[in-house]
């Protein structure tokens, strides 16, 4: 594949890359990456049309390796990965037309006291970097559709967040709170938390644009679990549902589940409180895309495992019993689980599994290993995932686009 970049009446083009360590001189005139060194100000040209800076590696934090504010004056897209970001950047007011600003998993943190006067910003990813604050005057970003706190260590994040009307992506880290701003942010396509207050449990109904949610809990009271399955009512646009808990306040597990997915959900992960049995909207004329399943199910029949094989694209299936006897099935060769690759089994035994693993699917029985990951979604999922996210914040750094009013939102 080639690609072609043109710039200042001038166009650039060059094939496509093996590996990012054999990325020694990229764009001299659109982006300037750094790695592991920096050149001294003597060897730097003064690139008048920079667009796009990549920061990765750098374990030198040697002399002379500051960015000079002259010299970003025209970036648009900042891509830092396992970089000491603090020695490399100048000041944040000095970015004037910045629209993408990712530093994920900083060896230090970052100063965002300028942050209020990135007024072209459309995403902020702080992933894995420690943040202390945000500023009030986030506010002022009125264009930013992506905010991504995961692993910053943030307690809360100012209310001036639900002044962010074009907001449609936000994850936040899993001890940042959601305060009751989080209903004035109508736009929100992609939600992905783990603490709250009661109160603000109720406003989730009132984001009728979400298309996944993801919610991590590590102990929830039973009215508000209550509160949410009403609160997802309102989200007939929800195509990804995650919610784990580790321990439910009150009676220990649900009496009943009175919510029905819409039809068009791939994805639905309902883990730690144990629903009460099978739903029955699992059936394929109810979910027919239906691709990855995590329940925890309080009661259980064989009969069930034939309903979930009927599922016409079930690729991923975890399923966790509590119950104090071993449910034994037997797969019918053939007719079910036409799709499936990955199940995971607690409180289930499958008599013939090699029959599975004629079909290419991975067998494992969660209570006869030591797996305590069941309330992370992402760890649940293929290992091959694992690797696709690693070469995904690769190209990251190598190719963040300038043009960031496309932004692709199930691509986080």
């Not at 667009?51 to 830092?80: D, F, K, W, Y």
């Not at 006869?368 to 996210?389: R, S």
């Amino acid at each position: 594949m080639v690609v072609c970049i043109a710039a200042v009446s001038m166009t650039w083009c060059w094939t496509s890359y093996a590996s990012w360590q054999q990325k020694k001189t990229l764009q001299k005139n659109l982006e300037r990456v750094h790695q592991e060194h920096w050149s001294s100000p003597s060897q730097r040209s003064s690139a008048a049309c920079v667009r796009r800076l990549a920061l990765h590696g750098g374990s030198n934090q040697g002399q002379n390796s500051n960015l000079q504010p002259a010299e970003v004056a025209h970036v648009r897209s900042i891509n830092a990965f396992l970089s000491p970001i603090i020695s490399m950047m100048p000041p944040l007011s000095s970015f004037q037309v910045l629209r993408v600003l990712s530093l994920k998993k900083g060896r230090q943190g970052c100063e965002f006291r300028h942050l209020g006067k990135l007024l072209q910003l459309r995403h902020l990813g702080l992933s894995g970097t420690p943040v202390d604050e945000l500023p009030r005057d986030i506010r002022n970003l009125v264009h930013l559709q992506s905010l991504d706190v995961d692993g910053t260590g943030l307690k809360e994040l100012p209310p001036t967040v639900g002044e962010l009307s074009n907001l449609m992506y936000l994850h936040l880290d899993l001890g940042t709170e959601v305060l009751p701003w989080l209903g004035k942010l109508t736009s929100l396509q992609v939600l992905k938390f783990g603490r709250y207050r009661s109160s603000t449990v109720a406003e989730l109904g009132k984001l009728t644009e979400l298309r996944i949610l993801w919610i991590t809990f590590q102990e929830v009271e039973e009215r508000d679990v209550k509160a949410l399955v009403e609160s997802l009512h309102h989200l007939q646009k929800i195509e990804d549902f995650n919610f784990g808990a580790r321990k439910l306040m009150g009676l220990g597990s649900l009496a009943t589940f009175a919510w029905e997915p819409p039809r068009q959900i791939r994805e639905f992960g309902w883990n730690g409180i144990s629903l009460p049995r099978l739903p029955v909207w699992l059936n394929p004329k109810r979910v027919p895309h239906l691709s990855y399943l995590n329940l925890s199910l309080k009661t259980f029949e064989a009969l069930d495992m034939d309903i979930l094989g009927s599922l016409p694209e079930l690729r991923t299936l975890l399923l966790s019993l509590d119950m104090e006897s071993i449910v034994s099935w037997t797969f019918p060769d053939g007719r079910l689980f036409l799709n499936l690759k990955i199940m995971r089994l607690e409180g289930i035994r499958v008599e013939n599994v090699h029959l599975l693993e004629l079909k290419n699917v991975r067998v494992s029985h969660a209570d006869m290993e030591e797996i305590d990951d069941h309330d992370d979604h992402v760890k649940e999922t293929l290992a091959m995932d694992q690797e696709l996210q690693k070469q995904e914040e690769e190209k990251d750094v190598l190719a963040a686009g300038d043009d960031v009013t496309k932004l692709s939102l199930g691509g986080y």
